[in-house]
């Protein structure tokens, strides 16, 4: 009997990978940052085969520190890519075939920083302030922001470390509360000793991570995009239930990647990501984009940018989000 | 009980202080025997002290007089207190012994 | 008491150990914790300065050579800013110094942007090392946007020197470096401007060797920390650049080190403790070194620290049980061997006890108080002895004595009439009596009987004296009272030979007090005649008691032909009668107080109409009630009788 049910495994195993492979070409996912707690639930739902129950191949990659996601994309070597709102309708707006499949981000996490001892106390003290900003792209809601309180500032770019901001080079800089924000806290500045401006105070609460595929892949493989954006979900659910496992298996993947590892900082940054994504509410998790924040993202865009394509004018939401759940 | 004899011209005075009972009356016979069988002749029992009095006492008294009135003796009682008067005078005592009022009066009669 | 209770669970030596062990436990329990918090402070003490001194004698040999390395690229960015190269030339000073700085891994003169524009926005001459070789190169392109790294950009727009958070190099064979910049200024047309950084690179691999050999007891060390507070080096190498002070604070949930961290940016030196996460205790010493914005910290494992303490604390809790358990025996072993006679006496006491006078006590050699308790109890078992061999004589005396009086009570009682109603078939009489003996028995007496068939004589006394005389003496009295009776009808004349019967030859004038009385039924004439007897009591059934009008006679036995004067009463129907001795009305309370003629009055007025039986009951109850439980010394007797002269004629005995 035991070895009669063996055998009945062994075969359903070997004709499940068999059509696996006959069917599907593998789906290329690849987030727009190296690997952190950000992009857990797509950690997760690899891990747990929720994309290979669903009967796809997922293979997840990163782009390394000075690449943008979106290139991956534009050269075919991802077909799915995670991208902040803006950075992806300003891709759009500049010809780039893209379309939003799901808004996983609900609010900007985006926030002016500066020492609570310094010179700046409030917004009407930024003018004539440096402010680092991140240096290629998303950048645009807060110099937006700051514009639209006709404030002058000098930008200064930043690579990726708050080492200037603690060396007191800039008065302020932008930070995301999931990152940046707690990176000063893990360096030993206490919450107390710093002012924060939050984005979604003034008016810009443009949502972030949103997964993203080309026009002609949408088309194309809407059913596996769609089981994979329901897999993923399943993900980000598993994540949100099983906090303490996500964060190990987060950090296995930083340390393979050779990415420097902080338990710490991966822990808030998992608890604010799951907070933005609407998954610590009671409320279910939709992947809905809100048609306002569309036509927020888009203004902004077009104060930033004087020298659009022609094309530009004909995007809609429509036309821009695609959504495959019916929520 | 306390006695408390006194020899005094010719009488011999017992002072009496106290209860006089049953259970004293033994003693009490002894030592005023005692007395009459000496030969004092003249008696006086003195009871401005003596609170109270039992039959056995006055038995006692009873067998002094009849003792001493043998012995053409004598015995006199003095200084009855009321209560102790009121008893005598139930009893009928009263017509038996010599009571006087005070020890002067019992001395010079 | 019991015998095992003495030997076992209260024993002296179970007492005394008890208290000789608490004493000396809780002596015990201070010295040794003195004792521990004294050398756990002496430990510590030595711990902290031993700290201080391993921790500053790694930072100067780190100082030694940091501090060099921060004079060549002050010293490059000086001459710089004098011109003395040209543009072309600086590679050759950068060879240079990898040259003669064997520690230095790469050299660059980093320019602003655009400030030679022939050479366009990047210029950045770089030397480093390759193995054995020294390669130079030009970097700075749109991939490598050197002025927006920290090195650039931290000295560049705080225009001071900067060593950089130290970093993992992937081209330096994944070494672990840190970069010192220092800003220097360009004169160009437009005059003097930041011109740029000039750096070099240094690997730490020296300063993880210094620090890595650091071993303090068994698993403590030493490691320094960045200016962020994150590992640079650490004996767990998956710490190093991974977490920092301030992560570990989160990780391990131990504010405590997110302080100490905070402090070390300050600058601050200090000994403290902290716990990791399975609290487990450490103590740390923390200093910042004089270069590399780095920070020293040496780690002492508690335990590990105070081990010899904890050692030390075992011996000798082993000696102080080791020393109880001795204590424990050399004292039960003591107080047994003292205790042993006590135990012995007690055991002859219980023999005393059960009557054995002559039980041997053990002999005591010791002079201490156990022999003077050993010759107080031979001298109780001799007087005990003696006093027991006394009473039983006394005993026995008594109890003839005892057994005598009962018999003459006994007599005393037989010989009144004790049957009621006595006559039931006299209707005009209801007659009631009682006599209670006292212990020491009187002489009471009451009688009565009819003489004939309307003559009814009834009598009561009370003879002089207690005891067997005084009853012998109401035998005689009853007696005679009968025998003469028969003879003579009149009160006065039954009294005056009674009188003259018991006077002749009353040598011990021995004397009864007497009250007779005869009633004729058909009549209710009642003459009587009293000798010397408390006045009985007439209840009218209409108005209130009195005592009965009578002259006194003397009591009978006293003189010879003494007249008893005769009274005579008529009896009114429903009319009653109480006599009685002075054992009622000198009935004594504790406070020697007397029940009194009063009370008598008022308990026969109150109870007026009762029957002769509820009467006297009535009046016992009153006694009992003043007396309150005190003995009776006297005999008490009461007679009452109640006459219903119509309920012969068949009239209702309560005649309106």
């Known amino acids: ?327 | 009980m306390t006695l408390n004899i006194i020899h005094s011209g010719g009488f011999t005075i017992v002072q009496v202080d106290g209860h006089l009972n049953t259970l004293n009356a033994a003693d009490f016979e002894t030592q005023v025997m005692g007395l009459v069988e000496r030969g004092d002749m003249k008696l006086i029992i003195d009871c401005s002290k003596l609170s109270y009095i039992s039959s056995s006492g006055l038995r006692v008294f009873l067998l002094a007089q009849k003792k001493l009135r043998a012995n053409k003796g004598l015995l006199k009682l003095c200084c009855l207190q009321p209560s102790i008067h009121e008893i005598f005078d139930m009893s009928g005592f009263t017509q038996i012994f010599l009571i006087e009022t005070t020890l002067e009066a019992s001395l010079t009669s | 008491m019991n015998f095992k209770n003495i030997i076992n669970t209260e024993s002296l030596s179970f007492r005394i150990l008890t208290r000789v062990l608490l004493i000396t436990v809780s002596l015990f329990v201070l010295t040794l914790s003195i004792y521990y918090i004294y050398t756990r402070n002496l430990i510590r003490e030595a711990a902290r300065e031993n700290a201080i001194q391993l921790a500053g004698n790694i930072a100067g040999k780190i100082a030694q050579q940091l501090q060099p390395m921060e004079k060549l690229p002050q010293m490059v960015s000086a001459t710089i800013e004098m011109g003395l190269f040209d543009k072309d030339s600086l590679i050759v000073v950068l060879e240079t110094i990898l040259k003669r700085n064997p520690n230095i891994y790469g050299a660059s003169i980093a320019f602003a942007p655009n400030i030679f524009p022939e050479k366009g926005l990047y210029f950045m001459p770089y030397a480093y090392r390759n193995n054995n070789e020294i390669i130079s190169t030009f970097l700075g392109s749109a991939d490598y946007e050197y002025f927006l790294m920290d090195w650039f950009q931290i000295p560049f727009m705080t225009k001071k020197p900067y060593w950089s958070e130290p970093y993992f190099d992937e081209g330096g064979g994944n070494a672990l470096m840190t970069t010192y910049s220092v800003p220097f200024y360009y004169h160009t047309e437009q005059g003097r401007v930041q011109g740029g950084i000039a750096t070099i690179d240094v690997d730490l691999q020296w300063l993880t060797d210094i620090v890595s050999e650091v071993t303090i007891f068994e698993t403590g060390y030493a490691f320094v920390l960045s200016r962020n507070g994150m590992a640079i080096t650490h004996p767990d190498r998956s710490m190093i650049m991974n977490e920092s002070i301030f992560s570990n604070s989160e990780n391990w949930e131990e504010p405590l080190l997110r302080e100490i961290g905070r402090d070390l940016q300050q600058g601050n030196s200090s000994f403290s403790e902290y716990n990791l996460k399975n609290k487990v205790k450490r103590w740390i010493y923390y200093t910042p070194l004089d270069a590399g914005g780095l920070s020293l910290a040496v780690v002492y494992p508690d335990d590990e620290m105070f081990a010899s303490l904890h050692k030390m604390n075992l011996i000798l809790l082993a000696l102080i049980i080791f020393g109880l358990i001795l204590l424990n025996f050399t004292v039960v072993k003591i107080v047994n061997r003292l205790a042993r006679p006590l135990v012995d006496i007690a055991k002859t006491a219980h023999k005393i006890a059960e009557g054995n006078f002559n039980a041997p006590l053990p002999e005591v050699k010791s002079r201490d108080e156990i022999r003077l308790l050993r010759n107080a109890f031979v001298n109780m078992q001799q007087e005990l002895g003696a006093y027991v061999a006394n009473l039983t004589a006394t005993t026995a005396a008594k109890e003839k004595i005892e057994s005598e009086l009962r018999i003459a009570r006994d007599i005393q009682l037989s010989m009144i009439p004790h049957s009621f109603p006595p006559f039931p078939e006299l209707p005009q009489i209801d007659l009631f009596a009682e006599l209670k003996s006292a212990k020491e028995v009187g002489g009471d007496l009451y009688d009565f009987f009819l003489i004939d068939k309307h003559q009814f004589c009834f009598a009561i006394g009370d003879v002089s004296g207690k005891g067997v005389p005084a009853s012998l003496f109401m035998a005689v009295t009853r007696t005679l009272l009968r025998s003469i009776a028969d003879k003579v009808k009149s009160p006065s004349g039954i009294m005056k030979l009674l009188n003259n019967s018991l006077a002749m030859n009353n040598e011990s004038c021995m004397f009864v007090t007497f009250f007779l009385g005869v009633l004729d039924i058909s009549t209710g004439e009642l003459s009587y005649v009293n000798a010397g007897h408390n006045p009985p009591v007439i209840i009218p059934g209409d108005g209130a008691v009195k005592f009965l009008p009578l002259a006194n006679g003397i009591p009978l036995g006293l003189q010879e032909n003494y007249e008893y004067p005769q009274f005579s009463l008529s009896f009114k129907d429903g009319d009653k009668f109480f006599a009685y001795t002075d054992g009622v009305s000198e009935a004594e309370n504790s406070q020697h107080q007397l029940f009194g003629e009063q009370a008598i009055l008022d308990v026969l007025m109150q109870h007026k109409s009762d029957h002769p039986i509820a009467l006297i009951k009535a009046m016992d109850a009153a006694i009992s009630q003043h007396v309150s439980g005190f003995d009776q010394s006297d005999d008490i007797t009461m007679l009452s009788i109640a006459f219903n002269h119509g309920s012969a004629n068949g009239t209702p005995r309560n005649k309106p």
């Open chain 1, 1 to 327: 009997m035991k070895s009669n049910r063996f055998q009945l495994i062994i075969l359903f195993l070997l004709f499940a990978g068999l059509s696996l492979s006959a069917q599907q070409k593998p789906l290329v996912f690849s987030t727009h940052w190296l690997p952190q707690a950000q992009f857990a639930g797509y950690y997760m739902a690899q891990e747990k085969g929720y994309y290979k129950d669903a009967g796809l191949d997922v293979i997840i990659k990163h782009p390394p520190a000075n690449l943008n996601a979106i290139n991956y994309l534009q050269d075919g070597s991802a077909d799915i890519v995670s991208l902040f709102l803006i950075t992806a309708l300003d891709a759009r707006l500049h010809d780039f075939d893209l379309v939003n499949i799901a808004q996983m981000s609900e609010h900007s996490a985006v926030v002016f920083v500066s020492f609570a001892d310094g010179p700046v106390q409030t917004l009407k003290d930024f003018d004539n302030k440096k402010i680092g900003i991140w240096e290629g792209g998303f950048d645009e809601s807060p110099k937006t922001m700051v514009k639209h309180h006709n404030l002058k500032v000098e930008w200064v770019p930043i690579l990726s470390s708050v080492n200037l901001f603690l060396m007191k080079g800039i008065d302020l800089m932008t930070m995301m509360w999931y990152n940046e924000y707690n990176q000063l806290y893990l360096s030993g500045i206490n919450p107390d000793e710093l002012n924060t401006f939050s984005l979604s105070d003034y008016g810009f609460d443009i949502p972030e991570d949103g997964l993203y595929v080309k026009e002609a892949t949408y088309q194309d493989r809407k059913a596996e995009l769609q089981a994979f954006v329901e897999a993923s979900l399943k993900g980000w659910q598993y994540a949100n239930q099983n906090f303490d496992e996500t964060i190990d298996i987060v950090l296995n993947k930083m340390r393979a990647s050779k990415v420097s590892a902080n338990e710490a900082h991966q822990r808030w940054m998992l608890s604010k990501i799951l907070e933005f994504q609407g998954f610590s509410g009671d409320q279910e998790k939709k992947t809905q984009l809100m048609k306002v924040d569309f036509q927020k993202a888009l203004e902004v865009l077009k104060e930033n940018n004087t020298d659009l394509p022609a094309t530009a004018k004909e995007i809609t939401f429509e036309t821009f989000y695609k959504p495959l759940l019916i929520e």
